[in-house]
């Protein structure tokens, strides 16, 4: 059973960077996509990031393209998401998120089928 824990939310400032840590206990980790879905108070959760399972390949919302990188260290089963240039609109629970099977899609938030228990990261002006 896969199981993630997310950690490194809380306050930043506008304009200010910090990274987001997900530790998985999966069996299948090095074979599995992964990425970062998060939700925002009133609006429905939407992708922000995705890996490929080697690390390889990467994928992005718009919003947060050129500002957030994700990557992803196999051989200590964690995904990391940097994100730079925090805007207020970042604002919102964080979710590491992992695809479903070995191999799969990691673009959008119907690819991932298991996620952990969020972490808040609050953006202010």
């Known amino acids: 059973q896969v199981q993630l824990v997310e950690s490194g939310g809380g306050s930043a400032q506008a304009g200010s960077s910090t990274t987001l840590s997900c530790a998985a206990t999966?069996?299948?980790?090095?074979?599995?996509?992964m990425g970062w879905l998060r939700q925002a108070p009133g609006k429905e959760r939407e992708f922000v990031a995705g890996?490929?399972?080697?690390?390889?390949?990467?994928i992005y919302a718009d919003s947060v393209k050129g500002r957030f990188t994700i990557y992803r260290d196999n051989a200590m089963k964690k995904l990391y998401l940097q994100m730079n240039n925090l805007k207020p609109e970042d604002t919102a629970v964080y979710y590491c998120?992992?695809?479903?099977?070995?191999?799969?899609?990691?673009?959008?938030?119907?690819?991932?089928?298991?996620w952990g228990q969020g972490t808040q990261v609050t953006v202010s002006s």
């Open positions: 998120a992992a695809s479903r099977g070995s191999f799969g899609s990691y673009s959008a938030v119907y690819d991932f089928d298991c």
């Open positions: 999966d069996d299948n980790f090095n074979s599995r996509s």
């Open positions: 890996v490929q399972w080697s690390g390889g390949r990467t």
